[in-house]
C-alpha cells in the first residue's frame, strides 16, 4: 500500500472535525462547489505530504511549511482567514502522524483518530448550533433542544415583528430557521 493511500483517510478523518474548514464547506464559502475543492483539497494535501517524505525516516517539511499550505488553500480556495491557530495545531498532528506510519506505527495513528472519533463526532453534526463552547460539541440532540429552549426563555431583543433572529449581550445575532415557527 503507498503512503498517499494510507494517508488519504487519516486527511479525511481529521479535516471532517476541523470547525473552520467545515463551516466554510457547508456555508459555501468556496463558491457553488465548495465540496469539490473540500475533496480536491483532501487529495492534493496528501499528495503535498507524501511528496515531501525523503525517507523513511523523515520528511522535508516541518510544521510551519504545513500552516502555511493549510492556511494558504483556506484562503484562497474559502475565502477564510484562519485567526485561531487551528492550521498549527494540524500541521504538528500531521507530522507526528507521518512519523509514526514512516515507523511502522499505522495502528497507533488509526486507533488514535478512532478514540478521537468516539469522543468528538464530526463538524458537520454541530455545525448547526454554534456557542461559545465548542468542547460541548459531542452533546445529545436533546442538550441542544434544551439549549434552544432556554435561548427562547431569554428577554428578546427590540425585534417584535422579526422573530427569526436575536441579537444577545455581545451582540452577535442568532438566526434561526423559519419553518416550525415559535411558541
Known amino acids: 500500500m503507498s503512503l ?16 473552520a474548514l467545515q463551516i466554510a464547506v457547508t456555508h459555501s464559502m468556496g463558491g457553488p462547489d465548495s465540496e469539490a475543492k473540500y475533496e480536491a483539497f483532501i487529495d492534493t494535501f496528501g499528495q503535498y505530504l507524501t ?51 514512516l515507523q511502522g506505527k499505522l495502528n497507533d495513528v488509526q486507533q488514535e ?25 459531542s452533546s445529545s440532540s436533546e442538550s441542544e433542544d434544551d439549549m434552544i429552549e432556554e435561548e427562547e426563555e431569554e428577554p428578546k431583543v427590540e425585534k417584535p415583528k422579526e422573530q ?7 451582540d452577535w445575532t442568532t438566526v434561526r430557521r423559519r419553518s416550525g415557527g415559535k411558541k
Open 4 to 19: 498517499l493511500s494510507i494517508t488519504v483517510p487519516i486527511i479525511r478523518s481529521v479535516f471532517s472535525r476541523w470547525t
Open 51 to 101: 511528496r515531501n517524505v525523503r525517507s523513511a525516516s523523515s520528511m522535508s517539511l516541518n510544521e510551519n511549511d504545513i500552516q502555511e499550505y493549510l492556511d494558504e488553500v483556506l484562503d484562497e480556495e474559502f475565502n477564510t482567514v484562519l485567526d485561531d491557530d487551528s492550521s498549527r495545531e494540524l500541521s504538528q498532528l500531521f507530522v507526528r502522524y507521518i512519523s509514526l506510519i
Open 113 to 137: 483518530l478512532q478514540t478521537q472519533h468516539a469522543n468528538a463526532p464530526p463538524v458537520q453534526m454541530s455545525v448547526k448550533h454554534k456557542n461559545d463552547d465548542d468542547d460541548d460539541s
Open 164 to 170: 427569526s433572529m436575536d441579537v444577545d449581550e455581545d
